[in-house]
Nanobody, 121 residues
Framework: QVQLVESGGGLVQAGGSLRLSCAASGTIFSIQDMGWYRQAPGKQREFVAT???????NYADSVKGRFTISRDNAKNTVNLQMNGLKPEDTAVYYCNGEYRRSIYSLPKIIWGQGTQVTVSS
């Protein structure tokens, strides 16, 4: 069974930094796009950043210049370096990925369980 496990969340003061990591495990042939989303209390889940397996990244306007997404294809991991954190970045952060179990399989989307990030003012 393929799963994603996030780590690295926590409590930080405004202006501080955190690094989130997400590791995929299970029978995986390939992972295409990997990304990070977040959901604040009472709000819908929103896009934060994505990265292709070629290393092309895309960011939400609210995090551009502060967050950096990266991945290690050999280890099936994706990271999110978050600098200059603001109280409005407080949310549960979810990792996701589009993977194939084999060359013949259709791509599937999988989500991690989420990790809490809290930024105090």
């Amino acid at each position: 069974q393929v799963q994603l496990v996030e780590s690295g969340g926590g409590l930080v003061q405004a202006g501080g930094s955190l690094r989130l990591s997400c590791a995929a495990s299970g029978t995986i042939f390939s992972i295409q796009d990997m990304g990070w989303y977040r959901q604040a209390p009472g709000k819908q889940r929103e896009f934060v950043a994505t990265i292709t397996n070629d290393g092309i990244s895309n960011y939400a306007d609210s995090v551009k210049g502060r967050f950096t997404i990266s991945r290690d294809n050999a280890k099936n991991t994706v990271n999110l370096q978050m600098n200059g954190l603001k109280p409005e970045d407080t949310a549960v952060y979810y990792c996701n990925g589009e993977y194939r179990r084999s060359i013949y399989s259709l791509p599937k989307i999988i989500w991690g369980q989420g990790t809490q990030v809290t930024v105090s003012s």
